[in-house]
Every structure is written in C-alpha cells, then in structure tokens.
C-alpha cells in the first residue's frame, strides 16, 4: 500500500509540464500575459485549488521565469509614473471622488478585481483624501472576502489596514 504524500505527488506528476505549457507555449512579443492568466483555471486539478497560493500566481512566475518581466502590453516597457497616470485618468473620470464613487459600486456589484483599480487610482490620484482611504479600505475588506488563497487574503488585509489607517489619521 502506497503512503498518502506518494499517491499526492504521483497525482501531481502531469500537472507541473501542463501548468508550465500554458505560459511558456504564449511567450511571444505578440500574445500579452494578461489574456493568458485568466483563461488558466486549475478547476480540474483539486490540488491545485487556491489555498495557500492562487493558480494566477504561479501562471505568472512561470510567465516571468520564460519571458522576464515585459508583459507583452508596449504601455509597460516605458510606464507614466503611477501617481501622473492616476491624475490624469481622475481628470478624465471628473474627479478622484468619482473614480472612488464608481469603485464601491463597482465591490458591491461583485467586481472586485476592477474596483481594487478604480480604488488605487483614486487614492494615487488624492492620496491625503479620507473618504477616499475609507472606500479603498472597504474595498479591500470585501476583495479579502472573496479571495480563496491564503496569500491573496495577507495582502488584501495589509492594504485594508494600511487605507484604514490613512482614512483616520
């Protein structure tokens, strides 16, 4: 009778080249990272659910390990200056309250991926601002709610804190 770890990584063994296939066959100028890490799901892999660490996470390091840190999308070879890039678009959105205001519609409707963007912005954009502080706290509280990894939940909860801190001070 085989030991329980030797069964894990006998069914485990197939999952390591498909895992690496998956970034490393795309790495080319022309096929981005982005596309690429959220069309991979390891659904059909009950070992490689998110527990500890997110499939994303390891599709990316592998991206990076083959392709090194250029992403495939020209606007990351030379990027703005996060807060100029920030500025601007709150310019665009009529304000850094209105990105805020649009990113907690955004949490409560489930989208939270695209509310944690709209929330940096805001607060790159009008970084003394409190309420915005406040909705990027409650942002990050509900993006730690939804995320299944250990690692995504740490880091969500670090960034509620540290925007919670800054809403009060």
């Known amino acids: 009778m085989t030991s329980i770890p030797t069964r894990y990584l006998?069914?485990?063994s197939p999952i390591s080249p498909a895992l690496a296939a998956a970034?490393?066959?795309s790495c080319?100028?022309?096929s981005p990272l982005t596309p690429r890490r959220h069309r991979f799901s390891a659904r059909s892999w009950p070992h490689l659910l998110?527990?500890?660490?997110d499939p994303e996470f390891v599709v990316r390091n592998i991206w990076h390990l083959y392709a090194g840190w250029f992403d495939g999308n020209p606007a990351h070879l030379k990027p703005a200056p996060a807060t100029e890039l920030a500025t601007e678009l709150a310019s665009l959105a009529g304000g850094a309250d209105?990105?805020?205001r649009r990113a907690a519609l955004l949490a409560q409707g489930?989208?939270?991926r695209l509310a944690a963007h709209r929330a940096e912005l805001a607060a790159a954009a009008s970084p003394q601002d409190r309420a915005i502080q406040a909705t990027r706290a409650s942002i990050y509280e509900r993006c730690a709610e939804a995320e299944t990894s250990l690692i995504g939940k740490a880091l969500f909860a670090v960034y509620q804190r540290e925007?919670?801190?800054k809403s009060t001070f």
């Open 10 to 12: 006998a069914s485990c």
């Open 23 to 25: 970034p490393a066959s």
């Open 28 to 30: 080319r100028l022309a």
């Open 50 to 53: 998110p527990k500890y660490d």
């Open 98 to 100: 209105k990105l805020a």
């Open 110 to 112: 489930g989208r939270t």
């Open 163 to 165: 925007a919670k801190a």
